[in-house]
């Protein structure tokens, strides 16, 4: 088969002293940490948009990335080709998982059942690389969001007619997702959202939004598949409003429509962070809730508003983010995917990998920073003492309810002002350091 990175051969864990750019420094799958090796920690996963099928584009101009296996004149040479690139990329790069959307793998057709026949043909290919390669996928999705008829949402859209058509491109998704023996499914709201309330009926739109997940919760039954449903939350862009702003408005949705016990979420940090909350804020809102699934791991720029859906670099965050996941147990059915793009002058096939080596070293460290703060108890003991209050009589009486207004007035004249303690910001930041 032809090669479309032979410049690359297989990644490989050297260890932190090595000055090769195409090894692992910190990521070795084999490595043991709390029970589990680091592979099984993360569940590594590439996505197929931004990787194969995003070329540099941007507002402003066409692609600046020029890849062998995007130069046929046929769609589906195309599509077979970039199959082929991707599975060379996730062996050579050594990650267990992929995710893609139905429109990454094949292209659109001229009607619904010639597009469905393409996806047929191109998961059979895809089917035959994971058999051959032992690469699994981790989740599938359906872009109802880039065609122009999606332009007023998908579920949310004020035309019936678009709504069916998403819902039966949702339907073909999941078949091909259960097909390929998918963990999970991911419902992103590309466009459900609106621009102005003066054209836009919310509660409507809301209410069929739930009612397609409705949908896809009964076929799911009746398809059998048995991966986990995730949404992902993403508070602007492309609509002003998104509906499912933050995780806390996603929690609120799932609890109003009665679908929470079908779905958890998939945590973008880009997203968390254009919704004004941190990454670890968003994990850990799941985490209490018992929600946190899956997570698209990448970062946004400090300067600018928008999803730039940079590689994560940063130790602190994927230190905090992993101290969160480990703390909630781990990823069952999730995994942690690179919803990551090249900037665009990054231009060669080869940046590829270095851009996820820097991702996954970047998280190899947090998870040898998280692990050792979860030994060495600093911070859980730091949290509990500032709680401790809470485990004597007023907390315990407190917290049973078995107190109210008037019994904690009577506390309050006879014990008086209550004692004032440092909450220690700055000496547990320090501590942080010490770990980073
Ligand atoms: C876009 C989203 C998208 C989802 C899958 O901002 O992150 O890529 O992960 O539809
Ligand atoms: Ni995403
Ligand atoms: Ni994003």
Known sequence: ??????????????????????????????????????AEHFRFAVCYWHT??????DPFGGPTMLRDYNTSNDPMTIAEQTMDAAFEFFTKLGVGFWCFHDRDIAPEANTLAETNKRLDKIAKHAKKLQNDTGIKLLWGTTNAFSHRRFMSGAGTNPSPQVFAYAASQIKKAMEITKYLGGAGYVFWGGREGYETLLNTDMKRELDHLAALLQM??????????RGQFYIEPKPKEPTKHQYDFDAGTCLAFLQKYDLLKHFKLNIEANHASLAGHSFQHELQFCADNGILGSIDANRGDLFLGWDTDQFPTDLYDTTLAM???????????????????????STDPVDLFYAHIGGMDAFARGLKNAAKMIKNKRFEKAVNARYAGWNRTLGKKIENG???????????????????????????????????
Not at 11 to 30: M, Q, R, V
Not at 52 to 57: R, S
Not at 325 to 337: E, I, V
């Open 216 to 225: 896809a919760v009964d076929y799911k039954k009746k398809l059998r598949f």
């Open 323 to 345: 101290y969160i996941l480990l703390k909630d147990g781990g990823f069952t059915t999730g995994g942690l995917n690179f919803d990551a793009k090249l900037r665009r002058q």
């Open 1 to 38: 088969m032809k090669s479309y990175f032979p410049e690359v051969k297989k990644i490989k864990y050297e260890g932190a002293d090595s000055k090769n750019p195409l090894s692992f420094k910190h990521y070795n799958p084999k490595q043991k940490l709390l029970g589990k090796t680091m």
């Open 52 to 57: 194969f099928k995003g070329l540099g584009t």
């Open 402 to 436: 078995k107190v109210g207004f008037e019994k904690l007035e009577a506390y309050t004249l006879k014990n008086g002002e209550p004692k004032i303690t440092s909450g220690r910001q700055e000496m547990l930041e320090n501590i942080l350091n010490e770990y980073i």
